[in-house]
């Protein structure tokens, strides 16, 4: 079992950061993890994961070159760092456990067993 809580969200203007945090009890470190966001009235969709590790991250298009995700094994967290943040960014973000290794369809929802119960981010233009 994992119990995972996100902290970080909040309301930042175009152009601006923000650095999303994600908790992790119980088992962490050997596990795929991975953010997800849902924007009002539209599918859960794939923002960003990392392998156990630390070394390999795979990111959505419309996210790329902007957010960072990293991890610390230590302290059982996982981050999501957002520059250059967009109205298009806005949604309810959460993190994600996944399998013990990248498998096919990284990036969909149903590959993570365990997720958090989000944090809001408002995004004004």
């Known amino acids: 079992q994992v119990q995972l809580v996100e902290s970080g969200g909040g309301l930042v203007q175009a152009g601006g950061s923000l650095r999303l945090s994600c908790a992790a009890s119980?088992?962490?470190?050997?596990?795929?993890m991975g953010w997800f966001r849902q924007a009002p009235g539209k599918e859960r969709e794939f923002v960003a994961a990392?392998?156990?590790?630390?070394?390999?991250?795979y990111y959505a298009d419309s996210v790329k070159g902007r957010f960072t995700i990293s991890r610390d094994n230590a302290k059982r967290t996982v981050y999501l760092q957002m520059n250059s943040l967009k109205p298009d960014d806005t949604a309810v973000y959460s993190c994600?456990?996944?399998?013990?290794?990248?498998?096919?369809?990284?990036?969909?929802?149903?590959?993570?067993?365990?997720w958090g119960q989000g944090t809001q981010v408002t995004v004004s233009s």
């Open positions: 990392i392998g156990s590790g630390g070394i390999s991250t």
């Open positions: 119980g088992s962490f470190s050997g596990y795929v």
């Open positions: 994600a456990r996944g399998p013990m290794y990248f498998v096919a369809n990284y990036y969909e929802p149903a590959r993570y067993p365990a």
